[in-house]
């Protein structure tokens, strides 16, 4: 079975930047396009990213997603943190049947 | 603008079937590349894909649960419906739809509707 993993959590102060990764178990993450959502405590998922790298309208250029094909995995990037960006984040792709499958996720915290 | 809205039982018991409905505006699901999607999250866990439907009917269910869900559509009542036999505690969790783009994405996400499974 293909898995997402990323970090359990990562915290920094505002103003700073985070990054998370999402590695994938097996094949090559380059050959699926990666997304990566926002969930708030309480709240449903929001795209923060799209297509490895897109942000969809209204979404900050302080997100960046990109992919490194050389660990196997994709990152999603966020400058200038801001205490609302702290949330959960999940990255998903798909599977070799084109299925669809999340990440473990990963909380962020703003100190 | 896109909505989704679930709908369906907050309590049933284990080893019964649930039926949860997803009522759409603002799109049709007889769209060209469109899909209605269902994932569902157990309190303080991650998301878990379990299917999706697309516009021509094709429907995909995640090979973990494939042999419980069964997933439906009704274009004329733009609705989705998700049934889950043999219902179980640990499939205690939220459970979403969302709208899957022609690009293949989960762009939009209805409020979730929390579903307990207790005797």
Request: proline share 5%; glycine share 8%.
């Given at each position: 079975?293909?898995?997402?993993?990323?970090?359990?959590?990562?915290?920094?102060?505002?103003?700073?930047?985070?990054?998370?990764?999402?590695?994938?178990?097996?094949?090559?993450?380059?050959?699926?396009?990666?997304?990566?959502?926002?969930q708030?405590p309480g709240?449903a998922?929001?795209?923060?990213?799209?297509?490895?790298?897109?942000?969809?309208?209204?979404?900050?250029?302080?997100?960046?997603?990109?992919?490194?094909?050389?660990?196997?995995?994709?990152?999603?990037?966020?400058?200038?943190?801001?205490?609302?960006?702290?949330?959960d984040?999940?990255?998903?792709?798909?599977?070799?049947?084109?299925?669809?499958?999340f990440?473990?996720g990963?909380?962020?915290?703003?100190? | 603008?896109?909505?989704?809205?679930e709908s369906g039982p907050t309590l049933v018991k284990p080893t019964q079937t649930l039926t949860l409905?997803?009522?759409?505006?603002?799109?049709?699901?007889?769209?060209?590349?469109?899909?209605?999607?269902w994932i569902r999250q157990p309190p303080g866990k991650a998301l878990e894909w379990l299917a999706?439907?697309?516009?021509?009917?094709?429907?995909?269910?995640s090979?973990s649960l494939?042999?419980r869900l069964?997933?439906?559509?009704?274009?004329?009542?733009?609705?989705?419906?998700l049934t889950m036999t043999n219902m179980d505690p640990v499939d205690t969790a939220t459970y979403y739809c969302?709208?899957?783009?022609?690009?293949?994405?989960?762009?939009?996400?209805g409020q979730g509707t929390l579903v307990t499974v207790s005797s």
């Amino acid at each position: 079975n293909f898995m997402l993993t990323q970090p359990h959590s990562v915290s920094e102060s505002p103003g700073k930047t985070v990054t998370i990764s999402c590695t994938g178990s097996s094949g090559s993450i380059a050959s699926n396009y990666v997304q990566w959502y926002q969930q708030r405590p309480g709240s449903a998922p929001t795209t923060v990213i799209y297509e490895d790298n897109q942000r969809p309208s209204g979404v900050p250029d302080r997100f960046s997603g990109s992919i490194d094909s050389s660990s196997n995995s994709a990152s999603l990037t966020i400058s200038g943190l801001k205490t609302e960006d702290e949330a959960d984040y999940y990255c998903q792709s798909y599977d070799s049947s084109s299925d669809y499958v999340f990440g473990t996720g990963t909380k962020v915290t703003v100190l | 603008q896109i909505t989704l809205k679930e709908s369906g039982p907050t309590l049933v018991k284990p080893t019964q079937t649930l039926t949860l409905t997803c009522t759409f505006s603002g799109f049709s699901l007889s769209t060209s590349g469109v899909g209605v999607g269902w994932i569902r999250q157990p309190p303080g866990k991650a998301l878990e894909w379990l299917a999706l439907i697309y516009w021509d009917d094709d429907k995909r269910y995640s090979p973990s649960l494939k042999s419980r869900l069964t997933i439906t559509k009704d274009t004329s009542k733009n609705q989705v419906v998700l049934t889950m036999t043999n219902m179980d505690p640990v499939d205690t969790a939220t459970y979403y739809c969302a709208h899957r783009t022609g690009d293949g994405y989960l762009d939009y996400w209805g409020q979730g509707t929390l579903v307990t499974v207790s005797s």
